[in-house]
């Protein structure tokens, strides 16, 4: 079992930041670009359309920031613990992947509620009526997806059977 260096903490963290800058940009953009007015990419299936979330998917939980901030909160020191706890080695490598970009997601959300108090999404598949996301979203739906295939057909229990640190005599 390999060792995590500091190079991969730093290359984690900078893929992190990243990905979170692309998400905040992207939103930006749309806050200044599509404000007016959409735009419609594909005429009756997907278009660019902002919209202020004070909820979570589909509405639910209505201005309820704090608990959100909480919540996420708790969720991005999970992503970094797990990320801490699983070995250095090349089996492990997909899941160090996808607890970076979850915590991306977690984090492009969570500066959203704390910078503005609502969630600022803008793609919308007005086709399947789809409710309106952003691209944090689709870093942690993508992640969450991943991991459920990496748990149900790749990995084993016996690949997170860690050993235990014993003390030096």
Not at 37 to 60: C, D, M, R, T, W
Not at 80 to 96: I, W
Not at 137 to 166: G, H, M, N, P, Q
Request: glycine share 6%.
């Amino acid at each position: 079992m390999q060792k995590k260096t500091l190079k991969n903490y730093l290359t984690a963290v900078l893929m992190a930041a990243g990905l979170v800058l692309l998400d905040q940009l992207t939103k930006r953009w749309a806050a200044s670009a599509l404000a007016e007015k959409p735009i419609e990419l594909i005429p009756g299936v997907f278009s660019f359309q902002y919209l202020e979330n004070h909820g979570a998917a589909f509405g639910i939980l209505q201005n309820q920031r704090w608990f959100f901030l909480v919540l996420t909160g708790v969720f991005m020191a999970a992503m970094v613990f797990a990320y801490y706890k699983l070995p250095g080695g090349r089996r492990h490598f997909p899941l160090r992947i996808l607890c970076v970009t979850v915590l991306a997601g977690a984090l492009g959300n969570f500066i959203d509620r704390v910078s503005y108090g609502y969630v600022r999404d803008f793609l919308y598949f007005k086709l399947i009526d789809f409710p309106i996301f952003n691209v944090a979203d689709i870093y942690v739906t993508l992640s969450a997806l991943a991991f459920i295939i990496l748990f149900l057909f790749v990995y084993k229990d016996e690949d997170f059977r860690f050993r235990k640190k014993t003390a030096r005599p």
